[in-house]
């Protein structure tokens, strides 16, 4: 038999990072063992499915580049398939007709908790075959009364629940609709999915779930329930923590290899290592090694895995990611340096991708003013004559290379007596509208010649007013 994991969200928001980390554990536990990984889109809820978070979900997915081998399937498609289950379940006497309005459910329930009791439905319609005629009614599924479910959990060991801890839940609504843990389990069974990876949310439902597989004679699966993600005030993450949907890290310019060596960390180890590339963690998963307790989200060390890939991937990868912040800040990146020599520059720099598009602007656009602060402090009368006398130096250069540059500078320092930083910074300022920037010859080298020269002239001029105005 196929190893068969999948990832089953629901199309009611983005995908939010504890979501892909389960679809990335469960992705890793396919491909470490030869087998598949499913995508299905859990659309049961239509008041709250749309289409815009199914968008959301493969986006996220996509990005993440977790490929899925089957799917995606979609619940909604499937009623048919849940329908004929439910019958099966009826004519087995493994389910049954519930006509109880929600109003004597409720007072069952406030009856078991006056008595200290568990609060549940009391199995009032478990035997009965008096059935009205034209009221409405919802079928339940007929739990065992006795003996244990016991779970061999691959992340929490073994959990043992009693069956008289659980109720008949309901396995289809009043308008025939199914409920969660009926499709949950039908889909399973038919998608062959040997192993169920989720968030320790789930615990209660898998006993109920199991109690429907065995009423089916279906195969179990394997179980493997991984604790849930922690913001840094111990509370689930939520978006008070930050930014919790995948998107919005691409957004705020992270890197996939980043927010997926991150999330494969956040609840999971292999020794001390703290960095994996994607076949490092397709090698070296193991649910075995998951951990029992939850995690914490830690954005400050997600900003050093994030620095790690954006100095140590190829540059014309990062490139290609880079490219999305420059258009998301309108950029016009067709006239100027690739991209790929802007994160050679730029990487040791910044911490994210967006922070770098940010910084980088002055490669593709020209600016009408200087930085308030760094012209104050750079672009003084003091610093005319280095001015003109580097901007000779570096019109006249006819191979526009970093060792030119640098040497016209140099040459400039010299003849005029002054420390480096007398020439540069004002330079620096000119070219770039700013006071900082990658090594000033790398700098120039990137910007076309003309434009360089262009500016130099736009800063002489500010200082010629500053001078009139003295």
């Not at 990868?317 to 990146?333: F, G, K, R």
Request: hydrophobic share 40%; proline share 4%.
């Amino acid at each position: 038999m196929t190893l068969t994991t999948r990832f089953a969200p629901s199309p009611t928001g983005y995908l939010h990072v504890g979501g892909a980390r389960t679809a990335l554990y469960s992705w890793l536990h396919a491909k470490k063992n030869g087998g598949e990984f499913i995508l299905r889109i859990e659309d049961t809820d239509l008041e709250r499915s749309t289409q815009a978070s199914v968008d959301a979900i493969m986006d996220g997915m996509n990005w993440l580049q977790l490929d899925w081998d089957k799917g995606p399937y979609f619940q909604t498609k499937r009623f048919d398939r849940y329908k004929e289950v439910i019958d099966q379940l009826l004519a087995e006497g493994n389910a049954y007709r519930c006509y109880c309005t929600p109003e004597e459910v409720d007072e069952m329930r406030a009856q078991a908790r006056e008595k200290g009791e568990k609060e549940r439905y009391n199995g009032m319609w478990r035997d009965r075959t008096d059935y009205p005629e034209d009221k409405p009614y919802v079928i339940r599924f007929k739990n065992p009364l006795d003996g244990d479910v016991v779970i061999n959990d691959l992340v929490k060991g073994e959990i043992t629940i009693s069956n008289k801890e659980l109720d008949d839940l309901i396995i289809a609504r009043s308008d025939g609709s199914p409920t969660y843990n009926l499709t949950v389990v039908v889909d399973d069974w038919d998608m062959g999915v040997t192993c169920v990876i989720r968030g320790d949310d789930h615990v209660n439902n898998t006993p109920r779930q199991i109690n429907i597989f065995n009423a089916l004679g279906a195969p179990l699966p394997e179980f493997a329930h991984i604790p849930m993600i922690l913001g840094d005030d111990g509370k689930r993450l939520s978006k008070r923590h930050g930014a919790v949907g995948v998107m919005q890290y691409r957004d705020d310019g992270y890197l996939p290899e980043a927010l997926l060596n991150y999330l494969v960390r956040l609840g999971w180890s292999h020794g001390d290592q703290e960095l994996f590339t994607r076949d490092e963690m397709i090698e070296l998963f193991d649910l075995n090694d998951c951990n029992r307790a939850p995690s914490g989200f830690n954005t400050e060390k997600l900003i050093w895995v994030n620095q790690h890939y954006m100095k140590t991937l190829a540059p014309e990868y990062v490139a290609e990611h880079l490219a999305w912040h420059m258009q998301d800040q309108n950029i016009d990146t067709s006239n100027g340096p690739a991209l790929s020599e802007i994160v050679k520059v730029q990487a040791e720099r910044v911490k994210t991708l967006k922070e770098m598009a940010e910084i980088s602007r002055y490669f593709y656009q020209d600016f009408t003013e200087f930085d308030a602060t760094a012209a104050k402090k750079h672009l003084r009368p003091v610093a005319q004559q280095p001015l003109e006398v580097v901007k000779a130096k570096l019109a006249a250069l006819t191979d526009w290379q970093p060792e030119h540059i640098h040497a016209a500078i140099n040459e400039t320092a010299a003849e005029l007596e002054l420390g480096m930083g007398k020439v540069g910074m004002p330079l620096r300022v000119a070219a770039t509208g700013a006071g900082n920037s990658p090594s000033l010859d790398v700098t120039l080298a990137l910007l076309d010649q003309d434009k360089v020269l262009a500016r130099i002239d736009m800063a002489l001029a500010v200082i010629a007013e500053r001078i009139a105005n003295s």
